[in-house]
């Protein structure tokens, strides 16, 4: 059974989560040529002007109308300006589980966008397209991501050894593949219970009611 994510638009009290246009291909490139971007994904480094519309054109559409995942640019609601990216991936429409993981620029970090965007996503994920699982693995090292996973409430499952590989900066200023450990974390609905409440008491967010 395979379904396909809806175009959709999703609002919180910050933040505008809406599909990836041809607008947003220079922040996207200065967003994905970031250090701490380029240490802990994959994207090709550098990023390129023609990589970014490669992924808003053609990749990201790809994904989506083949029902395996879904890409959204995070926006923040009141100056358009693009915060990140969250990206759904490797979905299983039978076990109606999927991966999420998302990417912060570098200027909007330490606000809770990445915490508001990713649990506005699994809110939509579990209550309005029903789905049983939400997915996010993440570095051993990658602390911050960690710290997004448990504070949208999410339970960690164990480690999966020599899963991941990271990037270091060598000495000639080259990339250089390093590899390290997977932490799996999941949600499920009945893990979302109190996790809007944790975060408006952090300041990361005041509400999800206005969605679209």
């Known amino acids: 059974m395979t379904g396909t994510f809806p175009n959709i638009s999703i609002s919180t009290e910050r933040l505008v989560l809406r599909p990836l246009d041809e607008d947003d291909v220079p922040a996207l490139t200065e967003m994905m040529n970031d ?10 480094q550098p990023f390129t002007e023609e990589a970014a519309r490669g992924l808003i054109t053609s990749y990201a559409p790809a994904e989506r109308e083949s029902g395996r995942g879904l890409g959204l640019a995070v926006t923040e609601f009141l100056t358009q300006r693009l915060v990140g990216v969250v990206q759904l991936a490797k979905t ?6 999927t991966e999420l993981s998302y990417v912060i620029a570098p200027w909007a970090r330490g606000e809770g966008y990445a915490s508001e965007a990713a649990l506005a996503t699994a809110q939509w994920l579990l209550g309005d397209q029903k789905f049983e699982r939400v997915e996010l693995r993440t570095a051993a090292d990658n602390t911050a991501s960690q710290q997004v996973a448990q504070k949208i409430g999410c339970i960690s499952e164990g480690v999966l050894r020599g899963a991941c590989i990271a990037r270091v900066r060598t000495e000639d200023g080259t990339w250089t593949d390093v590899r390290t450990d997977y932490i799996v974390w999941s949600l499920l609905p009945e893990d979302l219970e109190g996790a809007g409440e944790e975060l408006a008491d952090t300041g990361g967010f005041t509400s999800y009611s206005d969605w679209n």
């Open 92 to 97: 299983n429409w039978h076990v109606r589980s």
């Open 35 to 44: 250090e701490q971007v380029g240490a802990w994904t994959d994207v090709p």
